[in-house]
């Protein structure tokens, strides 16, 4: 394994790649790895450095509190890390939240960090990427970009709540949001409270950070 990746376990289970930008909303990406602990899945933690910033603005997380919930974690500035190559297999990846830069490296290809270029390889490789777009009001560009990513195989997912599902917290918005996240992989993260199905059959909700 290269030297800049933290290392918790080798599981043997289908990779995942968490990307946390510095968009707004961090705590998407920090439940999310939370969630994932709990699934069979070896997850790869990649965050930015603006991403850091907005952790300790919006949350009393510390960087250090998420690379303990990765099973690897690599430094975004390290471009040989095994994430940043088509043969190491994974079953795509999740940006969460994904800023308007980073969406934008990644339609163009132009990629300056090993988040964006993970995304690009993931891309390439036909597997699947999920960006969580965190930006409103949308101009033209983004939404041009939108669609160029999306006509790549992309799936565009802003965090948008279901009220649907009657949430009583802004825990149970950010849960059921990451578990339709998580449907689009085939993980069941017992967090939604499904469109015509009683609530009582659905797997027990995982409990809320503190």
Not at 27 to 51: D, F, K, N, Q
Not at 84 to 95: D, E, K, L, N, P
Not at 128 to 155: D, F, I, K, N
Request: with cysteine; net charge positive; aromatic share 2%.
């Amino acid at each position: 394994m290269n030297a800049g990746a933290n290392v918790r376990r080798d599981s043997g289970q289908p990779r995942l790649i968490i990307g946390i930008s510095g968009a707004s909303g961090a705590i998407y990406g920090a439940r999310l790895l939370e969630l994932l602990r709990a699934l069979p899945v070896e997850t790869h933690l990649v965050m930015s450095r603006s991403a850091e910033v907005t952790l300790a603005l919006e949350t009393g997380l510390k960087p250090a509190d998420l690379r303990a919930r990765a099973d690897v974690v690599h430094a975004v500035g390290d471009l040989a890390a095994p994430i940043s190559s088509g043969s190491y297999r994974t079953i795509g990846m999740i940006v969460a939240p994904c800023s308007i830069r980073s969406m934008a490296e990644i339609a163009t290809g132009a990629t300056t960090t090993l988040l964006t270029r993970a995304a690009d390889v993931v891309l390439k490789e036909r597997r699947r990427l999920v960006l969580m777009v965190r930006e409103t009001p949308l101009h033209t560009g983004h939404l041009r970009t939108m669609t160029a990513l999306s006509e790549m195989g992309a799936v565009i997912a802003p965090p948008v709540p279901a009220f649907y599902a009657k949430p009583q917290s802004l825990d149970q918005m950010i849960d059921h949001t990451l578990g339709r996240i998580l449907d689009l992989f085939g993980l069941e993260s017992g967090t939604v409270r499904r469109w015509g199905e009683p609530a009582e059959h659905g797997a027990p909700p995982i409990p809320a950070r503190s």
